[in-house]
């Protein structure tokens, strides 16, 4: 037995689910609120038979690597990590040694640095009057400060580096973990990188120590200083707050960016917990993956200045590609730390009441400006609003926008439209094409094949059916051999197919056993009978367009013998479509 398959045995599906939502018995299996959308009745349901956990509703979830991947917002080598702890299973390094040497070893050090770092910063916060006073009077109290391992490093060049000496930690270690400075190689001296400054830790989502920010006191021009780039520390990647923020976004489905580390901090003081903020660079592509695998929702909460409204379109265009609904607040101050400070009521008020979609609010703002129908307020409008609205995803929701600011500016509709026409030929992007309607979550062919799992009576029909593309018709030829006692829960590990086919053939039978239940025999059969002449249908006229195709290319090619060959295949399978039909 392998490590992932000594976990499943040790931590069943439904014992690991039950550690994040309320489990409700229903049957054989389990429902609950769904974690991964905003659920108002229990969709996500549970099957210890199957070992998988679902959501018809938002099709989310899987075994328990697929749950906590989801949930966590992690990769599979970190969700086996986590599993692996929960379960009890000790986990094989198989990567070669120097390789761990190099990179296990190496990032454990640096971590170890940084929180011992992290203590030594809170400590001197502590001692240090005139920095718990600047704290203080930033609305930040012990809780917050606690909550957050806020700091102080010294007025010191080497204080920090010093003490992390007597902690046992090397030159290389130190300058390593972004906290010491060594200008050139050949030099002796290392400097503290950080001196004179108010500490935020960094963590990744799991609470582990990453980096720093360090603020300084005053409005000097370095404001903020970053730990560099490292092992641990990429700041592409890194959203601050999110590890204290994480449940209450996964749980609202919405994130509140923010500008700052004040800004977020002084969020949770109102009581708004569900917030992010960028760390030392503007929004990137990373965060918005990491974004998304917590929230559907992002709630724009920018300072309110040029620059943070630049900001502002520039994270519209990241965050619309990526699907995400957009919502935008306007303050009546320069940033939310400064709003929490003179009434942290109005800031919680205007959060949760007064959010619009971010596109409305820009509408809002162009038509308040006095000069708007002029040719230079025109001007403003493809300037700013056109490349927003470049982004948007859906045909329908643009064209509502389009009417919308039409509506707003006073300008008939189709004139609108033709300028952003231009505005997007002159871009070089061609006008999205409405996506077709979404189809259903399984083909046909899927639910033949969940059903025969479900009813094992109707597997031998499946001979009936016209061979699948791979993996279904390795499927298909594996429920036709199987016993009619075996039922699917067990025949699915056994059917030779990859992991990802495995858990999507779990899920079919799932849904079937959910929306087709206790069907007696007759019924059964029956019903099978239907799915397999429609799905025969369905392959046929599929075959017939390929073979239309390959019809044509023949001919244009001069290709007799194919063409004559090609029409035969195409009157037998015209003969059997009436058959099919008349079925």
Not at 226 to 232: G, K
Not at 262 to 267: E, G, H, L, V, Y
Not at 275 to 286: D, K, R
Not at 322 to 351: C, N
């Amino acid at each position: 037995m392998d490590e992932k398959d000594e976990i499943k045995t040790r931590l069943p599906i439904d014992q690991l689910v039950a550690q994040y939502c309320q489990l409700k018995k229903k049957g054989r299996n389990f429902v609950a609120l769904c974690p991964f959308h905003n659920d108002s009745h229990p969709s996500l349901l549970v099957s210890p038979d199957k070992g998988i956990a679902y959501c018809f509703a938002c099709q989310s979830g899987g075994d328990i690597f697929s749950f906590v991947q989801k949930i966590e917002g992690v990769d599979f080598p970190e969700a086996l990590k986590i599993l692996a702890e929960k379960a009890g299973v000790k986990l094989t390094d198989r990567r070669p040694k120097t390789d761990v040497a190099v990179t296990k070893d190496i990032k454990v050090r640096f971590r170890e640095c940084m929180e011992a770092a992290q203590a030594f910063y809170a400590s001197k916060l502590n001692s240090t009057d005139t920095a718990l006073k600047y704290v203080e009077n930033r609305g930040v109290g012990p809780e917050l400060i606690s909550q957050f391992g806020i700091g102080y490093a010294p007025d010191s060049f080497s204080e920090t580096y010093e003490y992390l000496l007597k902690k046992g930690f090397s030159r290389a270690e130190i300058v390593g973990a972004g906290l010491g400075i060594q200008r050139e190689l050949k030099e002796e001296r290392i400097y503290d990188r950080f001196r004179h400054r108010i500490m935020f830790p960094i963590s990744d989502p799991q609470g582990g120590l990453i980096g720093f920010g360090g603020r300084t006191m005053g409005d000097a021009d370095a404001k903020y200083v970053n730990s560099p780039e490292s092992a641990l520390y990429d700041k592409s990647s890194v959203l601050f707050g999110l590890f204290q923020g994480r449940d209450a976004v996964r749980s609202s489905r919405r994130a509140i960016l923010v500008e700052g580390y004040f800004d977020a901090i002084a969020a949770h003081k109102a009581g708004v917990h569900n917030v992010v903020a960028v760390s030392g660079t503007a929004l990137t592509e990373q965060h918005v993956k990491i974004i998304k695998r917590y929230a559907d929702e992002v709630l724009l909460c920018l300072d309110q200045d040029n620059a943070g409204q630049l900001a502002a379109g520039r994270a519209f265009d990241l965050l619309s590609r990526a699907q995400l609904k957009i919502f935008s607040v306007t303050l009546p101050a320069k940033d939310p730390d400064e709003l929490v400070q003179r009434d942290s009521a109005l800031f919680s008020h205007l959060i949760s009441q007064t959010a619009v979609p971010y596109i409305d609010a820009v509408i809002g703002r162009l038509k308040d400006m006095k000069d708007i129908l002029e040719p230079a307020g025109k001007r403003k409008i493809s300037e700013i609003l056109f490349p927003l609205l470049s982004a948007v995803q859906s045909s329908v929701e643009l064209r509502a926008y389009l009417e919308k600011a039409a509506q707003n500016f006073g300008i008939v509709e189709s004139e609108i439209a033709a300028d952003f026409r231009k505005f997007k030929s002159a871009e070089g992007r061609p006008l999205k094409k409405q996506p077709d309607l979404p189809a259903g979550p399984y083909s046909r062919q899927e639910l033949t094949l969940g059903l025969a799992l479900t009813y094992p009576q109707t597997r031998p029909l499946l001979k009936e059916l016209i061979p699948l593309a791979e993996p279904l018709e390795k499927i298909r030829l594996h429920l036709i051999e199987a016993s009619p006692e075996q039922e699917g829960g067990e025949l699915i590990p056994k059917i030779d197919i990859g992991e990802s086919d495995r858990e999507r053939l779990t899920v079919t039978a799932l849904y079937c056993e959910e929306n087709f239940p206790m069907w007696s025999e007759s019924l059964a059969i029956r019903e099978m009978r239907k799915m397999i002449s429609a799905t025969n249908r369905e392959l046929m006229v599929r075959k017939q367009h390929e073979i239309i195709s390959l019809l044509k290319e023949a001919r244009s090619g001069g290709r007799s013998d194919d063409e004559a060959r090609l029409l035969l295949q195409y009157q037998q399978l015209l003969k059997l479509s009436r058959m099919a039909g008349n079925a």
